[in-house]
Structures are given as C-alpha cells and as structure tokens.
C-alpha cells in the first residue's frame, strides 16, 4: 500500500520536484536531519522531497518518505516553523499512525462480520455517515492531536523552538486554509482548535 502510494504521488508531481541541490531542497533536508537524530528512527531510510506547486501542505508516507510543497515555505517563514511542520509529519511515522488506522479498520470490519453473524444488519450502525463522522475523521484527529503533541518534543529535543508552532498556525489560520470547513467534518483539528492545543502545550 505504501509503494502504491509513492508511486500515485510521483506520478502526479514527480515533474515538480525540486533537485537535491535547490535551497529549498537543502533548507528542508537541513532541519529533517536535526529532528531524525532526536526521533529514535534514524534508522528509516528517510527521503524528503520538495514539490514546487502552491499547495499549503506537508504528507508523510509509510517507510519515510515526506513530501513538502513550496506553498508552505512562505507560512513556516525560517527553520523554528519549518521544524514545526516536519516535526509533526516524523510524528505520523514515530507513531506508525498509518498501521494504527489500518488496524482500527480492520477492528470495525470485524465487529461488521460479527453483527452479521448474529443476523443484525450492520448498516445500522456502519453506514456512511457514522462510519466517516463518528469513527474515521475522529480517529483521524486523533492522530493529528498525537503527532502535534509529538512534534513540540521533538522540536525541543532537536533544539528549535516549539513556541514558533503557534506561530505557523496563526499564519496558516490567516492564509484562509480550509476555512469554513466544520472540525467535526474534517480529518484535522480546525485551525483555532490547534492553536489554543499548543498554546497550552507550549506554556
């Protein structure tokens, strides 16, 4: 599954990513390096890509390989904000957060094909509505809140600063980002949810 998805990304922006030796290719790499010695899984084959397309965002794949589009660079604006985003996607893979959904998916297929083992039909309790609001997305936050928490340390173990963490949400807030989108509906914390989260994280 991680393979398969590599390759739909890099089959979508392998065209846009940026060499090895481009200064935005050199920044991220430089303030990845500093997070992976302090994260414990310096032993991953990590692999940082730089994608040169306006998207404000930042993803990480099962085995290492993390992808950053240029959109962020203007939010993170220096190495504190920029650890803050890299720190929160080696969080993802510290906590194996892409197995942990996958066993949690197993979990509920299982309790399917018990109700249905005992004649009760689970598309009362699993139809789309529950299963994507009341099951996946919070879930899905969840992880998000872990690996924002996980970021902070490893920001500080790393010797960047976790106060700037708030920062980058403020400007990512201010840029208008998934503005309008309801949490409840969504697979991350809303934006004022998150900055309130590591104010109080930070203190």
């Not at 004649?119 to 139809?127: T, V």
Request: charged share 20%.
């Amino acid at each position: 599954m991680a393979r398969e998805a590599y390759s739909g990304v890099m089959a979508q922006f392998g065209h846009r990513i940026l060499p090895r030796h481009h200064p935005y290719t050199q920044f991220v790499s430089r303030v990845a390096k500093r997070l992976i010695r302090v994260s414990g899984m310096d032993n991953v084959a990590w692999e940082f890509y730089v994608i040169d397309s306006p998207e404000q965002n930042a993803f990480v794949l099962p085995g290492g390989k993390v992808f950053v589009f240029t959109g962020i660079l203007p939010v993170v604006e220096n190495e504190d904000g920029m650890a803050a985003v890299l720190g929160h996607e080696i969080s993802h893979q510290v906590a194996r957060h892409s197995s942990e959904r996958f066993s949690f998916e197993k979990v509920l297929l299982a309790i399917q094909f018990g109700l249905l083992f005992f004649g009760i039909d689970p598309r009362l309790f699993f139809n789309h509505l529950t299963m994507n609001l009341m099951m996946l997305k919070p879930f899905s936050r969840k992880c998000e809140r872990e690996a924002d928490t996980m970021g902070l340390e490893l920001m500080a173990q790393a010797c960047f600063d976790p106060t700037q963490a708030v920062n980058v949400w403020r400007r990512m807030e201010a840029s208008g980002t998934a503005r309008g989108i309801p949490e409840f509906a969504s697979t991350h914390p809303s934006h004022k949810n998150r900055i309130s989260y590591l104010q109080e994280k930070v203190r």
